[in-house]
């Protein structure tokens, strides 16, 4: 899949149509995302993440350049420990953030800072 960056500033967003999800994505895919993707009860919500989870390995590869599938990606929630947080990218410095809404996905990468931070009452 090729995708292409549209820059503003110093943030570099990717945006995908949903049309693009397909199976051949899940080879990039870690076991467990393979595992969340399939647990997904309606087929957008699969899609979504799918497309989601292959975007961000698809950009954090380019940007470190790996494989995507050999990019470790850590969801585990910082409150709880169970693996759905945001997805984090460890021991690279890189911040990414994924959006799924409709009928496309983003990924979002802005060099040393986080990019997409959703603010919650205990983080203000």
């Not at 989601?52 to 995507?68: E, K, N």
């Not at 470790?72 to 997805?87: L, M």
Request: proline share 5%; glycine share 10%.
């Amino acid at each position: 899949m090729a995708v292409q960056p549209s820059t503003t500033s110093k943030i570099t967003v990717f945006t995908v149509g949903l049309t693009m999800a397909h199976t051949g994505l899940l080879g990039l895919l870690d076991h467990r995302e393979r595992q969340r993707a399939d647990r997904a009860a309606a087929e957008v919500d699969r899609a979504r993440f799918l497309l989601g989870a292959a975007l961000l390995r698809i950009v954090a590869g380019s940007m470190l350049d790996l494989p995507a599938e050999a990019v470790t990606v850590d969801r585990t929630c910082p409150q709880c420990g169970r693996w759905h947080g945001r997805p984090t990218l460890p021991g690279t410095g890189l911040e990414l953030s994924v959006s799924h809404s409709g009928a496309v996905v983003t990924v979002a990468a802005l060099p040393g800072r986080r990019a997409g931070r959703d603010r919650r009452r205990a983080d203000r």
